[in-house]
């Protein structure tokens, strides 16, 4: 399915190999997905959705649902778009999905907040989003925002996803990731972003926001109001994250192979609908199934079932040529802890590893995405450095072997090395913010904080001095001019 012969080039090239499907098993579920399409489809459509699909070859059936013809799909994957860029407010957080780099980033919809200081948790506020997008304005291994927490305290969903963007777009130049509740939302959002941008017409020209649509219900349905909000997206100029995330065992099959079928199925519908409502509208591969327990049902976020669910996504991506993501570092852990650290850094580097350009839920979650830890953040921000590192692999230039520097220092040298490392040496090498480096007798005996201590201190220093001003202090009272009470984030919490 490639369009580009040299993808698979450039991917192994920069370290992607890690793939848990052959080649074979990739075209069978390719060729499974084209027939739960063509013979199944998909029920509940509104409307606008039926209009689109049908006047581009779907077929409506009298039982309701739409069916999708293998020829159709496949053509709409060979025009879809590619090597898309995702902007950021700042241009040098343009983000280019090309199949070669991987980006890390936030989202998820926890409901509570971890107090890594108190091992505690309560309900998530607005002030809580704000002060995450502020940290990873300054975090440099998360290159992507999107709201990973709910704003309990607010109740009314226009409110609620209104301020959810305010609070993102204001806390952070780095792309964000946006979600709506109902079609009718979008209007008033997209006339803040046009404000902030200077205009409609700039705004489409690098728009900074990208929308997540979970346009499916799963098994194999679509819904209603996503479907609305999607329209409003594309009609908008918003890139669209198209987001399936069925759980295996519930409601996506129990087999990993056909948890990744049915997924990949209810993307590439996405991908159809979106195309007919507007042909080569920037569009990304997001098949994200979720792993259960296989005791309890409940979802497994940091299981290596979730891992190779992720990847083996990740590889259909990479085999239809189109922009991807995944979702990785999704811990059961319910704290900061060696557990918490051993899941998010194997699932993150093994999507890094499976050719993601991004990958979502990568910092910050706790207990299978219903806590998130502003703590974590800085933590995980290590870690994704020491993945990116990893994954950039190494090189044997004829400069860099050392044939020479080798016979000097050990035929008639000093037997050290310790007066010859060059400086781009040293550039070369990852240094954690807050990981230890030290023998074990240095600081012994007094008692110094351990790395979550480090990261409580780290983000009071943050959050006390980093107010964001790339939404100027003028502009930002222009906003609240315009949108007068809608605005609830408080002046004083902006440093105003």
């Known amino acids: 399915m490639k369009t580009n012969p040299s993808a698979g080039e450039a991917l192994?090239?920069?370290?992607?190999?890690?793939?848990?499907?052959?080649?074979?098993?990739?075209?069978?579920?390719?060729?499974?997905?084209?027939?739960?399409?063509?013979?199944?489809?998909?029920?509940?459509?509104?409307?606008?959705?039926?209009?689109?699909?049908?006047?581009?070859?779907?077929?409506?059936?009298?039982?309701?649902?739409?069916?999708?013809?293998?020829n159709l799909v496949i053509d709409?994957?060979?025009?879809?778009?590619?090597?898309?860029?995702?902007?950021?407010?700042?241009?040098?957080?343009?983000?280019?999905?090309?199949?070669?780099?991987?980006?890390?980033?936030?989202?998820?919809?926890?409901?509570?907040?971890?107090?890594?200081?108190?091992?505690?948790?309560r309900e998530s506020r607005l002030q809580d989003i704000y002060d995450a997008a502020r940290l990873v304005e300054g975090l440099d291994h998360i290159h992507f925002f999107q709201r990973p927490m709910v704003a309990r305290d607010l109740a009314d969903p226009l409110e609620l996803d209104f301020n959810t963007l305010y609070a993102c777009v204001s806390g952070t130049s780095k792309h964000v990731g946006s979600s709506f509740t109902v079609r009718e939302n979008v209007k008033p959002a997209l006339e803040m972003l046009h404000m902030i941008a200077g205009g409609e017409e700039k705004f489409r020209a690098r728009p900074f926001v990208s929308n997540s649509s979970c346009f499916v219900v799963s098994p194999?349905?679509?819904?209603?109001?996503?479907?609305?909000?999607?329209?409003?997206?594309?009609?908008?100029?918003?890139?669209?994250?198209?987001?399936?995330?069925?759980?295996?065992?519930?409601?996506?099959?129990?087999?990993?192979?056909?948890?990744?079928?049915?997924?990949?199925?209810?993307?590439?519908?996405?991908?159809?609908?979106?195309?007919?409502?507007?042909?080569?509208?920037?569009?990304?591969?997001?098949?994200?199934?979720?792993?259960?327990?296989?005791?309890?049902?409940?979802?497994?976020?940091?299981?290596?079932?979730?891992?190779?669910?992720g990847a083996a996504c990740a590889q259909m991506a990479r085999f239809y040529d189109l922009p991807g993501s995944t979702a990785a570092g999704m811990t059961d852990s319910r704290l900061p802890d060696s557990q918490s650290g051993y899941e998010k850094g194997i699932t993150d580097m093994l999507a890094a590893l499976s050719g993601a350009d991004l990958v979502y839920e990568a910092a910050g979650t706790h207990a299978s995405l219903l806590g998130f830890c502003?703590?974590?953040?800085?933590?995980?921000?290590?870690?994704?450095?020491?993945?990116?590192?990893?994954?950039?692999?190494?090189?044997?230039?004829?400069?860099?072997?050392?044939?020479?520097?080798?016979?000097?220092?050990?035929?008639?040298?000093?037997?050290?090395?310790?007066?010859?490392?060059?400086?781009?040496?040293?550039?070369?090498?990852?240094?954690?913010?807050?990981g230890e480096r030290w023998s074990p007798r240095e600081g012994e005996g007094d008692g110094g904080p351990d790395i979550v201590m480090r990261a409580v201190a780290e983000k009071r220093r943050v959050l006390a001095g980093r107010f964001p001003r790339h939404v100027p202090r003028a502009l930002d009272e222009r906003l609240r001019v315009r949108f007068g009470d809608l605005i609830r984030l408080p002046r004083s919490a902006m440093g105003h």
């Open 76 to 121: 709409t994957i060979r025009r879809a778009a590619r090597n898309i860029t995702l902007h950021g407010q700042n241009p040098r957080h343009d983000l280019r999905l090309d199949g070669v780099g991987v980006h890390f980033g936030t989202a998820g919809v926890a409901v509570n907040v971890v107090d890594a200081e108190q091992r505690s948790y």
């Open 374 to 434: 502003l703590e974590s953040l800085i933590i995980d921000n290590d870690m994704l450095g020491h993945c990116l590192h990893s994954r950039a692999g190494m090189t044997a230039r004829e400069d860099q072997l050392s044939v020479a520097l080798i016979e000097q220092t050990c035929l008639g040298g000093p037997g050290h090395y310790l007066d010859r490392r060059p400086a781009s040496e040293q550039a070369r090498h990852f240094y954690p913010l807050l």
């Open 220 to 309: 194999m349905k679509f819904a209603e109001d996503a479907c609305g909000v999607l329209e409003e997206c594309v009609k908008g100029g918003l890139p669209i994250l198209l987001l399936s995330v069925g759980q295996a065992g519930t409601t996506a099959p129990a087999e990993l192979a056909g948890a990744v079928v049915q997924t990949v199925a209810e993307v590439l519908a996405g991908l159809v609908y979106v195309n007919a409502l507007k042909p080569g509208h920037p569009a990304i591969f997001a098949a994200w199934p979720f792993a259960s327990d296989a005791q309890s049902g409940a979802m497994a976020g940091g299981s290596p079932e979730q891992a190779l669910l």
């Open 12 to 70: 192994r090239a920069y370290g992607a190999g890690y793939r848990p499907l052959s080649e074979r098993d990739i075209e069978r579920i390719h060729e499974s997905v084209l027939t739960v399409l063509e013979t199944v489809g998909l029920a509940d459509a509104i409307p606008s959705c039926i209009d689109a699909l049908t006047g581009v070859g779907a077929i409506a059936g009298a039982d309701g649902r739409i069916r999708f013809p293998r």
